[in-house]
């Protein structure tokens, strides 16, 4: 039995569980900022960013110490796999907040639409569903968890789209639709940050079953299986 | 062509032909040629199984590894490939083994014929106390082999990746070489009687790094030649090596007094290390146990 290697494989999987609470906390402020167009809040999540990227790197050079020293195999080297492939979608995750909390700041001084806000409430509510799901699936290894990510992703994805005819629907005032134009970028942030916990959602299927497929693919919309031999 | 297909070749597609090939590390199982046809084997050693049940095939210019535990029969098994447990008074080989469909253990079957088709190298290197040249020429000289000797001698050397460093001594002893060309050295004494088959037993165990990866690089290359059976304790080097690998446990009888070595899984290399189907295989090649 290699105690120290498995020992080294559970703290990078809650060194990663850790990074995953960061993106969370990070995601809760920039919706506060943006719900209460809290700008010093804004300025806080884009400031937190250095310890989501500390707690990237720290994960990053730790799986380079393990394949150069323990030449994982079979499961361990699935899951060694899907830890670099995780750190990376939660670190693009939290870089999403900071453009959220960028155009918190770009809108400050705009007149806005209070329901608008709303539906984007609701919509980071449901990013924020979907990084703990990917999160916590990964950690059980629940395939059947993590598979429903999809839906949850179709959910955010209409949203989004909705969001462009409520900002088409704002009328013609100048500030108006400024401002509107900044909303539909952050309303493509959290529909972006869906899309990463459907990503982690598949390397948990990879470190599963040893196939990585796609859950979903953009290129083949209508259920065309893109699946790999891993 | 429409607008959109046109556009498409300028972007440059990815031929599917060659991706697949590139995925694909070996041949598809109905296209590997079978060497060897191994069919419910029993070895026991005073009546006691020491190794049982064992059925798989070995293909033709594949590197097969076994690996398993200690105890777990998988030198017994290489051994029965040339016969080398009818050396052992104890020892009865049951079940079958085929070598181009003919049962190695038939009784028209002589097994001096055998070991000079199917050589072996053994864990430590065993020269004759001669010369390297005489170590070379030995084999071929006592089977009375046509041909110029020093050709016959440097080809094997050669093969051996072993030549540039005793072309200018081949007069001195064996044993004045380093362990590692020592090793290289038997392996060319193995193949200077031009056999089909070559079995390692723990080839590089007894070698430092350096040599170990010349004997790894010499498996590489002999492999489009020969067909090589390969035993070894490490797994790295299973994984480097071979393109087939058969992992090997021990079965402890309900006493407990009983241990008899089985196959758990034989499948591609690079299966065993990233999906074995086995749950044994997975534990022994993560090192959980075993």
Redesign the interface.
């Known amino acids: 039995?290699?105690i120290t290697?498995?020992q080294e494989l559970e703290e990078l999987q809650s060194l990663l569980q850790e990074e995953g609470q960061l993106v969370l906390r990070s995601l809760r402020g920039a919706l506060n900022a943006l719900r209460h167009q809290d700008v010093e809040l804004a300025q806080e999540v884009i400031a937190f960013d250095d310890e989501v990227d500390r707690e990237y790197f720290a994960i990053q050079e730790g799986i380079q110490q393990l394949l150069a020293r323990q030449?994982?195999?079979?499961?361990?080297?699935?899951l060694v796999l899907a830890m670099l492939h995780v750190n990376l979608h939660l670190e693009r995750a939290a870089d999403y907040c900071v453009t959220i909390a960028k155009l918190v700041k770009l809108a400050e001084a705009l007149e806005g639409d209070a329901s608008l806000v709303e539906g984007l409430e609701e919509m980071g509510m449901r990013a924020e569903e979907m990084l703990i799901v990917a999160l916590e699936s990964f950690a059980d290894r629940d395939l059947e968890r993590a598979e429903l990510l999809v839906d949850l992703d179709e959910l955010i994805d209409t949203a989004n789209r909705r969001l462009v005819h409520d900002v088409l629907a704002l009328g013609g005032k100048t500030e108006l639709r400024e401002w509107g134009l900044r909303m539909i970028l952050v309303s493509r942030c959290l529909e972006r940050i869906g899309d990463h916990a459907v990503d982690i959602g598949e390397q948990t299927a990879f470190l599963i079953t040893?196939e990585f497929r796609e859950f979903t693919d953009a290129s083949h919309p209508d259920g065309g299986s893109n699946g790999r031999?891993? | 062509m429409t607008d959109t297909q046109s556009e498409l070749v300028r972007i440059g597609g990815v031929n599917q032909e060659t991706l697949a090939e590139r995925?694909r590390d070996l041949p598809p199982s109905e296209m590997r040629s079978v060497l060897f046809d191994v069919s419910d084997l029993q070895v026991a050693y005073a009546g006691k199984p020491a190794l049982a049940g064992v059925s798989l095939d070995i293909y033709r210019n594949f590197v097969t590894a076994f690996i398993g535990p200690s105890g777990c029969g998988k030198s017994t098994f290489i051994r029965c490939f040339n016969r080398m447990n009818d050396l052992i008074p104890s020892a009865s080989v049951h079940g079958t083994v085929r070598y181009h469909g003919v049962d190695l253990y038939g009784p028209e079957v002589d097994p001096v014929e055998v070991r000079k088709r199917i050589g072996m190298v053994f864990q430590k290197p065993n020269p004759f106390p001669k010369s390297i040249y005489d170590n070379i020429a030995f084999g071929p000289r006592v089977l009375d082999m046509k041909g110029n000797m020093d050709e016959l001698v440097e080809r094997a050397l050669r093969q051996a990746a072993l030549w540039d460093e005793v072309k200018d001594r081949l007069k001195e002893s064996a044993l004045s070489l380093s362990g590692g060309q020592q090793q290289r050295l038997c392996i060319a004494r193995c193949l200077a009687v031009e056999p089909e088959v070559i079995l390692m037993d723990e080839p590089a165990s007894a070698l430092d790094p350096i040599s170990t990866t010349a004997i790894e690089d010499l498996m590489h290359g002999l492999k489009r030649d020969y067909t090589i059976v390969i035993v070894t304790h490490n797994?790295?080097q299973a994984?480097r090596v071979a393109d087939m690998t058969a992992f090997f446990s021990v079965k402890v009888s309900d006493d407990g007094k009983g241990r008899t070595g089985i196959l758990v899984e034989y499948d591609t290399t690079s299966k065993i290390?990233?999906?074995?189907s086995d749950k044994r295989?997975?534990g022994y090649?993560?090192?959980?146990?075993g």
């Open positions: 039995m290699r290697f498995q030449t994982p195999v079979a499961v361990d080297l699935r040893g031999r891993a | 995925e797994m790295q994984a290390f990233t999906k074995p295989t997975e090649v993560t090192g959980r146990f």
